[in-house]
């Protein structure tokens, strides 16, 4: 039977379950809406009326910006969201089928209304819509038509005003560039028949001749921008008019107004030539990991200028060679000496491949966070560091995720690594093996905290001269793990199954691993009548016992002592993988030989390989026939796996399938990889949850439009939301709290903890600040980071999960550093949860978050009794 023969009532109903289950819903009967008009918007009936509202997925609070979530979930792509997206489509043809609008009078069918700008007979006009037909199916099943409404939705009251009366314009805007249109339109403003322009009437030089328009024609300025260049111009404009004094003073620079056109000329034209398969007229809302946006908005800008190390001299040599050695390095000349600017950085990078592109982004966004400041005589270390970060990328983020900050720490580094790179066949796999291993070990080591970051530097530097001798390499680290290592890291203080008669490497590193033992004075927690200790090596160290022994193995103290370098490999690779692996009785251990099955770049075709493979940050594979298994490097082999960390409390439901985009599910997989549970302290997490109360009470105190207003403003929200929110005000006042996430409450409540403390409870960040750390998210609005789906890019804007555990755990008295084992658990049930309506669906993510109950956390915490940190007393 075929869709078209339900009744509209009937169809929506059996839509709605998949779509949103357990939302809130109107009561049969309620009358539409009967509030004053608003000008600039009108009210918009929902055609089948709140059954087919709720069928769409949309929410109450919702109402004000349903148009502009529409247009993203009936025109984004997503492979997790296909089949909600292609439902809705489904929905909005029906809908539009004759004899629909009578169901919206229907019992159980309420009517509801939604905001939509200017006045309905526009967009009748502009569809040529007969008076009997409905406007909401039409206008949500022609895409040129609805990516206009969705701008003038976000755009300001003067740009509604002029779209209002100059119809000729909005007809052009749907028939020329409804893409560039949308895009543009939350930035374009204009006072006194004049647009406001980005950098204010200083710049209007600039975008007049950008435009090739006068900004005393406004009409014919919006055309220009939104039109030029395939729509680039819009994107271009859009960026700039989002960034505050000090970038945009990076982006324009401090010189005479000519000078400031040519730069501008320069910089755009990085824009212009980004990506030239993207269209942006056929993908609005799409965009690129590296594209010119990431550069003008994450590279670190400081006083108006980019911030160091900044030489032009320094960039032209990094991004024109793939490697710098030593020698080298002293021989490159050192001019031109002037900063680099945004435009000189934007094209630079966009002028590479694809690869190569992401790779020179990342390279100065590592460098700014880790070399902010170069001496003279540290310029050749970070030369040949920096130089080294193309082929040995898994390196440098290691040492950086030690806090190790000396540039001649990562130059010996690379080098040694380069070492390795120079062994033949078979003998280059175990040295592999033997070098990353032993980074490996330091690495988790210093993740425990079982040594301080400069012991890790110390011992990152031995291996690096033991590297550099002539003795085959397997044999050097083994050397240096019997010596240096095992002096460097606690007594052992607990004998195991791999305790040899004479020697105990393998269970004093395991140890290590674990973390140092609890402190005599470690809190304890009163649970359900019985009374913990809250241990967090005790846990860890049953963890990776339970995995160690299921892991094929010579084992390593046997292996040391035959100094054979095969043996010495075959033990260091699953010592390495035993952390990493999660659930001792999860899926990847019902093969022993996973730890086996890793690929470097000698186990790949050639011609499948890529430089660096053997060092590049870790990523799982499957497919071509081949079992399911690791490639790259094994440092940060714990983000690489970050998933097998996860685990689901015993359920008598199988779990919805996953609607969040594949890689923003491994952000907030490897945000609990990343936050270290032994930084977690409960005095920062209650100053956190204290600063979510104030900004609540602020919230609930603001009772008038202007005051929740400013807000939202704060808060730096979506555009389209507080562009609507007089709407939505005078229709819901009940919603205003609920449009506030809990990271709005959070910086809304101005938390007073400096700003690495905020960080420890943040996202990983990786994607925007080559780090493999966490970091706390600046208020921004959600759509600026939408598009990149193949980065993770919106998870890195959600850390409302985190934050909700920390309330939690405040209110059960728990102690902070349970937070990232609880988040082993709450993340799972997240990601299959979130009903995402489209790649980006940031407001499904957070409301989500704010969902989670008390109850589920309790069973959270009764899991981890026991068995995990929390231990019998």
């Known amino acids: 039977m075929g869709l078209r023969r339900f009744p509209i009532v009937v169809l929506v109903v059996l839509l709605a379950a998949p779509v949103l289950v357990g939302a809130p819903v109107w009561q049969a009967g309620r009358a539409p809406d009967t509030a004053a008009s608003v000008p600039g918007f009108f009210d918009l009936p929902v055609t089948g009326g709140g059954d087919a509202y709720q069928a769409l997925g949309l929410l109450p609070e919702e109402r004000g910006v349903a148009l502009s979530l529409l247009t993203r979930q009936l025109h984004s792509q997503g492979a997790g969201t296909a089949e909600r997206s292609m439902a809705a489509r489904r929905l909005a043809v029906l809908l539009g089928a004759p004899g629909t609008a009578a169901a919206a009078a229907a019992p159980g069918s309420a009517p509801i209304s939604i905001a939509a700008p200017l006045m309905a007979d526009h967009w009748r006009d502009l569809l040529e819509?007969?008076?009997?037909?409905?406007?909401?199916?039409?206008?949500?099943?022609?895409?040129?038509?609805?990516?206009?409404?969705?701008?003038?939705?976000?755009?300001?009251?003067?740009?509604?005003?002029?779209?209002?009366?100059?119809?000729?314009?909005?007809?052009?805007?749907?028939?020329?560039?409804?893409g560039g249109f949308w895009l543009a339109a939350r930035s374009l403003r204009i006072q006194d028949d004049r647009m406001v322009v980005p950098g204010g009437t200083a710049a209007e030089p600039i975008w007049e001749a950008l435009a090739m328009e006068r900004v005393t024609k406004p009409a014919d300025f919006i055309r220009a921008i939104v039109s030029r260049d395939a729509g680039r111009l819009a994107w271009f404009f859009d960026v700039i008019a989002g960034m505050d004094a000090n970038r945009l003073a990076a982006a324009f620079g401090s010189g005479p107004i000519d000078a400031q056109v040519e730069q501008a000329r320069a910089f755009y034209a990085a824009f212009r030539a980004a990506d030239q398969n993207w269209r942006l007229e056929d993908h609005p809302f799409l965009r690129g990991v590296a594209d010119p946006w990431m550069v003008a908005t994450q590279v670190e800008v400081r006083n108006g200028e980019v911030a160091g190390p900044a030489w032009q001299w320094l960039w032209e040599a990094l991004f024109d060679r793939s490697e710098i050695p030593r020698r080298r390095a002293g021989s490159i000349r050192r001019v031109p000496a002037f900063p680099v600017t945004l435009a000189w950085l934007s094209q630079k990078i966009v002028e590479a491949s694809p690869f190569e592109r992401r790779n020179r982004f990342e390279m100065v966004r590592f460098a700014q966070a880790v070399f902010p400041r170069v001496r003279d005589e540290d310029i050749a270390d970070v030369l040949v560091a920096l130089g080294g970060y193309r082929r040995y990328q898994a390196v440098l983020l290691t040492l950086d995720r030690m806090d190790i900050t000396a540039p001649k720490t990562f130059a010996r580094a690379v080098e040694a690594a380069r070492r390795i790179d120079e062994r033949p066949g078979r003998e280059q796999r175990d040295s592999l093996i033997a070098l990353q291993g032993a980074l490996a070990i330091v690495e988790r080591a210093r993740i425990t905290r079982a040594i301080d970051a400069a012991t890790a530097e110390r011992l990152v530097l031995s291996l690096a001269d033991a590297v550099d001798r002539d003795a085959p390499i397997p044999a050097a680290a083994a050397h240096w793990i019997t010596t240096s290592l095992i002096d460097a890291l606690p007594p052992l203080i607990q004998p195991d199954q791999w305790t040899g008669p004479g020697t105990a490497y393998e269970s004093k590193i395991l140890q290590a691993m674990a973390g140092p033992p609890s402190e005599p004075d470690a809190p304890t927690v009163e649970w359900e009548g019985l009374s913990y200790r809250v241990d967090l090596a005790a846990g860890e160290r049953q963890r990776l016992a339970r995995i160690r022994e299921q892991i094929d193995s010579p084992g390593l103290d046997a292996a040391l002592s035959s100094g054979q370098p095969r043996q010495i490999a075959d033990a260091l690779l699953p010592l390495v993988y035993t952390p990493a692996l999660g659930d001792p009785e999860g899926q990847a251990l019902l093969s022993t030989d996973i730890a086996t099955r890793h690929e470097f770049a000698q186990d790949v075709?050639?011609?499948?390989?890529?430089?660096?493979?053997?060092?590049?940050?870790?990523?799982?594979?499957?497919?071509?026939?081949?079992?399911?298994?690791?490639?790259?490097?094994?440092?940060?082999?714990?983000?690489?796996?970050?998933?097998?960390?996860?685990?689901?409390?015993?359920?008598?439901?199988?779990?919805?399938?996953?609607?969040?985009?594949?890689?923003?599910?491994?952000?907030?997989?490897?945000?609990?990889?990343?936050?270290?549970?032994?930084?977690?302290?409960?005095?920062?997490?209650?100053?956190?949850?204290?600063?979510?109360?104030?900004?609540?009470?602020?919230?609930?105190?603001?009772?008038?439009?202007?005051?929740?207003?400013?807000?939202?403003?704060?808060?730096?929200?979506?555009?389209?939301?507080?562009?609507?929110?007089?709407?939505?005000?005078?229709?819901?006042?009940?919603?205003?709290?609920?449009?506030?996430?809990?990271?709005?409450?959070?910086?809304?409540?101005?938390?007073?903890?400096?700003?690495?403390?905020?960080?420890?409870?943040?996202?990983?960040?990786?994607?925007?600040?080559?780090?493999?750390?966490?970091?706390?998210?600046?208020?921004?609005?959600?759509?600026?980071?939408?598009?990149?789906?193949?980065?993770?890019?919106?998870?890195?804007?959600?850390?409302?999960?985190?934050?909700?555990?920390?309330?939690?755990?405040?209110?059960?008295?728990?102690?902070?550093?349970l937070v990232p084992a609880l988040l082993t658990f709450a993340t799972q049930d997240y990601w299959h949860d979130v009903l995402a309506?489209?790649?980006?669906?940031?407001?499904?993510?957070?409301?989500?978050?704010?969902?989670?109950?008390?109850?589920?956390?309790?069973?959270?915490?009764?899991?981890?009794a026991g068995g995990g940190p929390l231990r019998p007393r």
């Open 605 to 817: 075709p050639i011609g499948a390989r890529r430089e660096g493979l053997s060092w590049a940050r870790p990523r799982d594979q499957v497919g071509d026939g081949d079992p399911w298994h690791i490639q790259g490097s094994i440092l940060g082999l714990d983000l690489g796996l970050a998933r097998l960390a996860l685990r689901r409390i015993a359920d008598n439901e199988m779990p919805a399938a996953p609607t969040i985009n594949l890689n923003d599910q491994l952000t907030l997989a490897r945000t609990i990889a990343a936050l270290n549970p032994r930084e977690m302290r409960d005095p920062d997490r209650d100053r956190l949850v204290e600063a979510i109360a104030r900004g609540r009470q602020r919230v609930a105190a603001a009772t008038t439009l202007p005051a929740i207003a400013a807000l939202a403003e704060e808060a730096r929200m979506s555009r389209v939301l507080r562009e609507t929110l007089p709407w939505l005000f005078q229709r819901a006042p009940e919603s205003m709290t609920s449009l506030f996430a809990l990271r709005d409450l959070m910086w809304l409540g101005k938390p007073d903890l400096p700003t690495a403390a905020l960080d420890r409870w943040g996202v990983y960040g990786e994607v925007l600040n080559s780090r493999l750390k966490p970091v706390m998210p600046p208020p921004a609005p959600w759509e600026d980071f939408g598009g990149r789906a193949d980065g993770g890019v919106i998870g890195t804007q959600t850390p409302d999960l985190t934050l909700r555990m920390a309330e939690e755990t405040a209110r059960l008295r728990l102690p902070a550093r």
């Open 129 to 178: 819509l007969p008076g009997h037909a409905e406007l909401f199916p039409a206008l949500i099943a022609n895409r040129s038509v609805l990516l206009v409404a969705a701008g003038a939705l976000a755009g300001d009251a003067s740009l509604r005003a002029l779209l209002e009366r100059d119809r000729g314009l909005l007809r052009f805007l749907a028939r020329t560039a409804p």
């Open 837 to 864: 309506r489209f790649p980006d669906d940031w407001p499904a993510m957070t409301r989500q978050a704010l969902a989670l109950s008390p109850r589920r956390v309790e069973d959270y915490v009764a899991a981890l």
